[in-house]
Protein backbone atom coordinates (compact mmCIF):
# COMPACT_ATOMS: atom_id res chain seq x y z
CA UNK A 1 0.00 0.00 0.00
CA UNK A 2 1.32 3.61 -1.23
CA UNK A 3 0.65 6.66 1.02
CA UNK A 4 0.76 10.21 1.22
CA UNK A 5 0.99 12.04 4.54
CA UNK A 6 -2.35 13.34 5.29
CA UNK A 7 -2.81 16.80 3.92
CA UNK A 8 -4.38 19.85 6.37
CA UNK A 9 -7.76 18.87 6.83
CA UNK A 10 -7.79 15.49 7.51
CA UNK A 11 -7.41 14.29 4.07
CA UNK A 12 -6.01 11.08 3.06
CA UNK A 13 -4.66 9.97 -0.29
CA UNK A 14 -3.85 6.39 -0.11
CA UNK A 15 -4.21 3.50 -3.23
CA UNK A 16 -4.93 0.23 -1.14
CA UNK A 17 -6.30 -3.27 -3.05
CA UNK A 18 -9.68 -5.25 -2.09
CA UNK A 19 -9.42 -8.53 -0.62
CA UNK A 20 -12.26 -9.41 -2.25
CA UNK A 21 -14.73 -10.64 0.75
CA UNK A 22 -18.04 -11.74 0.33
CA UNK A 23 -20.21 -9.77 2.50
CA UNK A 24 -23.30 -8.00 3.10
CA UNK A 25 -20.95 -4.13 1.99
CA UNK A 26 -22.54 -4.04 -1.16
CA UNK A 27 -25.79 -3.06 0.72
CA UNK A 28 -24.48 -0.56 2.87
CA UNK A 29 -22.40 1.53 -0.39
CA UNK A 30 -26.05 1.12 -2.14
CA UNK A 31 -27.25 2.75 1.14
CA UNK A 32 -25.16 5.27 0.89
CA UNK A 33 -25.63 5.82 -2.91
CA UNK A 34 -29.04 6.38 -2.93
CA UNK A 35 -28.76 8.68 -0.09
CA UNK A 36 -26.47 10.72 -1.64
CA UNK A 37 -28.68 10.87 -4.67
CA UNK A 38 -31.44 12.42 -2.45
CA UNK A 39 -29.60 14.59 -0.41
CA UNK A 40 -26.33 15.17 -2.67
CA UNK A 41 -23.13 14.39 -1.75
CA UNK A 42 -20.62 13.32 -0.62
CA UNK A 43 -21.55 11.94 2.83
CA UNK A 44 -20.09 12.15 6.02
CA UNK A 45 -20.70 9.03 8.22
CA UNK A 46 -20.47 9.85 11.68
CA UNK A 47 -20.41 7.39 14.94
CA UNK A 48 -19.17 7.31 18.61
CA UNK A 49 -17.56 4.37 20.85
CA UNK A 50 -17.30 4.08 24.77
CA UNK A 51 -20.50 5.70 25.61
CA UNK A 52 -21.97 3.00 27.79
CA UNK A 53 -18.53 2.08 29.77
CA UNK A 54 -17.22 2.76 33.06
CA UNK A 55 -13.67 4.02 32.63
CA UNK A 56 -12.26 5.57 29.57
CA UNK A 57 -12.52 8.07 26.69
CA UNK A 58 -15.82 8.13 24.37
CA UNK A 59 -14.12 8.72 21.13
CA UNK A 60 -16.08 9.63 18.09
CA UNK A 61 -14.88 9.71 14.27
CA UNK A 62 -16.25 10.89 11.58
CA UNK A 63 -15.31 9.70 7.84
CA UNK A 64 -16.26 10.90 4.07
CA UNK A 65 -15.26 7.92 1.94
CA UNK A 66 -13.86 8.21 -1.80
CA UNK A 67 -14.03 6.19 -4.88
CA UNK A 68 -14.57 2.01 -4.42
CA UNK A 69 -15.57 -0.28 -2.07
CA UNK A 70 -14.59 -1.54 1.33
CA UNK A 71 -15.16 -5.19 1.78
CA UNK A 72 -16.75 -6.27 4.51
CA UNK A 73 -17.28 -2.52 6.17
CA UNK A 74 -20.28 -3.13 8.57
CA UNK A 75 -21.04 -1.96 12.33
CA UNK A 76 -17.83 -2.58 14.24
CA UNK A 77 -19.95 -4.58 16.84
CA UNK A 78 -20.62 -6.76 14.07
CA UNK A 79 -16.78 -7.69 13.46
CA UNK A 80 -14.09 -9.79 15.15
CA UNK A 81 -10.97 -7.69 16.18
CA UNK A 82 -8.83 -9.20 13.73
CA UNK A 83 -11.13 -8.26 10.67
CA UNK A 84 -11.52 -4.77 12.40
CA UNK A 85 -8.11 -3.79 12.35
CA UNK A 86 -7.70 -4.43 9.00
CA UNK A 87 -10.43 -2.38 7.94
CA UNK A 88 -9.81 -0.08 9.77
CA UNK A 89 -6.62 0.31 7.51
CA UNK A 90 -8.55 -0.12 4.82
CA UNK A 91 -10.71 3.06 5.73
CA UNK A 92 -7.63 4.74 6.20
CA UNK A 93 -6.67 4.07 2.97
CA UNK A 94 -9.67 4.80 0.84
CA UNK A 95 -11.04 7.94 2.84
CA UNK A 96 -11.29 11.38 1.50
CA UNK A 97 -11.69 13.10 4.99
CA UNK A 98 -11.40 11.86 8.31
CA UNK A 99 -12.06 13.40 12.08
CA UNK A 100 -11.85 11.52 14.85
CA UNK A 101 -12.48 13.49 18.71
CA UNK A 102 -12.24 11.92 22.54
CA UNK A 103 -13.69 13.26 25.63
CA UNK A 104 -11.40 11.69 28.24
CA UNK A 105 -13.58 10.56 31.53
CA UNK A 106 -13.32 14.17 33.81
CA UNK A 107 -15.09 15.72 30.79
CA UNK A 108 -17.98 13.33 30.85
CA UNK A 109 -18.03 13.62 34.52
CA UNK A 110 -18.40 17.21 34.69
CA UNK A 111 -20.69 17.44 31.70
CA UNK A 112 -22.62 14.44 31.47
CA UNK A 113 -22.24 11.49 28.97
CA UNK A 114 -25.10 13.05 26.58
CA UNK A 115 -23.48 15.95 26.39
CA UNK A 116 -20.16 14.25 25.35
CA UNK A 117 -21.74 12.35 22.77
CA UNK A 118 -23.49 14.83 20.77
CA UNK A 119 -20.80 17.40 21.07
CA UNK A 120 -17.75 14.68 19.77
CA UNK A 121 -20.32 13.67 17.04
CA UNK A 122 -21.05 17.21 16.09
CA UNK A 123 -17.08 17.96 16.11
CA UNK A 124 -16.38 14.98 14.22
CA UNK A 125 -18.59 15.96 11.51
CA UNK A 126 -17.47 19.63 12.08
CA UNK A 127 -14.03 18.52 10.94
CA UNK A 128 -14.74 17.00 7.44
CA UNK A 129 -17.46 19.65 6.48
CA UNK A 130 -15.56 20.93 3.56
CA UNK A 131 -15.68 17.84 2.12
CA UNK A 132 -19.15 16.08 2.82
CA UNK A 133 -22.39 17.52 1.07
CA UNK A 134 -24.81 15.64 3.45
CA UNK A 135 -24.49 14.25 6.77
CA UNK A 136 -25.60 10.64 9.00
CA UNK A 137 -25.06 9.71 12.18
CA UNK A 138 -26.14 6.47 14.09
CA UNK A 139 -28.48 7.19 16.76
CA UNK A 140 -31.21 9.32 17.54
CA UNK A 141 -29.45 12.43 18.97
CA UNK A 142 -30.25 15.84 17.49
CA UNK A 143 -27.01 17.23 16.31
CA UNK A 144 -28.35 20.34 14.13
CA UNK A 145 -30.50 20.79 11.05
CA UNK A 146 -27.59 19.55 9.07
CA UNK A 147 -27.14 16.28 10.58
CA UNK A 148 -29.46 13.87 10.07
CA UNK A 149 -29.77 10.88 12.74
CA UNK A 150 -30.86 7.23 11.99
CA UNK A 151 -31.21 4.29 14.54
CA UNK A 152 -28.51 1.48 13.82
CA UNK A 153 -27.32 3.81 10.84
CA UNK A 154 -23.85 1.50 11.29
CA UNK A 155 -25.45 -1.44 10.01
CA UNK A 156 -26.88 0.21 7.32
CA UNK A 157 -24.45 2.60 5.88
CA UNK A 158 -20.73 2.27 4.77
CA UNK A 159 -19.95 5.81 5.70
CA UNK A 160 -21.14 5.20 9.04
CA UNK A 161 -20.15 1.63 9.69
CA UNK A 162 -16.44 3.01 8.92
CA UNK A 163 -16.69 5.69 11.39
CA UNK A 164 -17.64 3.28 14.20
CA UNK A 165 -14.52 0.93 12.99
CA UNK A 166 -12.23 3.71 13.25
CA UNK A 167 -13.85 4.94 16.65
CA UNK A 168 -13.68 1.35 18.15
CA UNK A 169 -10.37 0.71 16.91
CA UNK A 170 -8.87 4.30 18.52
CA UNK A 171 -10.83 3.39 21.99
CA UNK A 172 -9.56 -0.45 22.09
CA UNK A 173 -6.09 1.28 21.42
CA UNK A 174 -6.22 3.76 24.01
CA UNK A 175 -7.77 0.98 26.61
CA UNK A 176 -4.79 -1.18 26.10
CA UNK A 177 -2.26 1.76 26.66
CA UNK A 178 -4.27 2.43 29.81
CA UNK A 179 -3.98 -1.12 31.34
CA UNK A 180 -0.39 -0.73 31.42
CA UNK A 181 -0.63 2.80 33.67
CA UNK A 182 -3.56 0.92 35.27
CA UNK A 183 -3.40 -3.17 35.54
CA UNK A 184 -5.41 -4.87 37.75
CA UNK A 185 -9.14 -3.71 35.90
CA UNK A 186 -8.61 -5.61 32.99
CA UNK A 187 -8.93 -3.07 30.54
CA UNK A 188 -6.99 -4.90 27.82
CA UNK A 189 -10.11 -7.59 27.77
CA UNK A 190 -13.30 -5.15 28.81
CA UNK A 191 -12.06 -1.69 27.11
CA UNK A 192 -13.49 -0.29 30.39
CA UNK A 193 -16.78 -2.33 30.01
CA UNK A 194 -19.15 -3.01 33.27
CA UNK A 195 -18.01 -7.08 33.00
CA UNK A 196 -18.13 -8.78 36.31
CA UNK A 197 -13.89 -8.63 36.48
CA UNK A 198 -14.06 -4.87 35.96
CA UNK A 199 -16.88 -4.76 38.50
CA UNK A 200 -14.90 -6.88 41.34
CA UNK A 201 -11.65 -5.02 40.28
CA UNK A 202 -13.69 -1.30 41.82
CA UNK A 203 -15.06 -3.44 44.75
CA UNK A 204 -11.55 -4.41 45.92
CA UNK A 205 -9.41 -1.35 44.63
CA UNK A 206 -11.39 1.16 44.01
CA UNK A 207 -11.54 3.55 40.81
CA UNK A 208 -8.60 5.42 39.85
CA UNK A 209 -8.25 8.70 37.70
CA UNK A 210 -9.63 7.36 34.17
CA UNK A 211 -12.90 6.06 35.26
CA UNK A 212 -16.08 7.92 35.06
CA UNK A 213 -17.16 8.55 38.64
CA UNK A 214 -20.30 10.08 37.92
CA UNK A 215 -21.81 6.41 37.17
CA UNK A 216 -23.81 4.52 39.17
CA UNK A 217 -21.43 1.52 40.86
CA UNK A 218 -18.24 3.10 39.95
CA UNK A 219 -17.57 5.41 42.92
Known amino acids: MSRRPPEP??????????????????????????WVVERGGPLAGADEAGRGALAGPLVAAAVVLGGGEIDGINDSKALAE??????????LGLAR???VVSFPAWWIDRHGV??????????ALEGVRPYSGCALADGTLRLGPEVEC??????????????????KVLRDGAMRSLAREHPGYGF???????TQEHRRSLELAGPC???????TGVA
Not at 82 to 91: A, D, H, K, T
Not at 209 to 215: A, E, F, I, M
Open 150 to 167: LPRADGKSAAVAAASVVA
Open 114 to 123: GAANREALRR
Open 9 to 34: GGVLKVRTKGRGRRSKSGALFSFDAA
Open 209 to 215: RVHRLSY
Open 97 to 99: ALS
Open 188 to 194: ERNRGYG
Open 82 to 91: RLREELFGEV
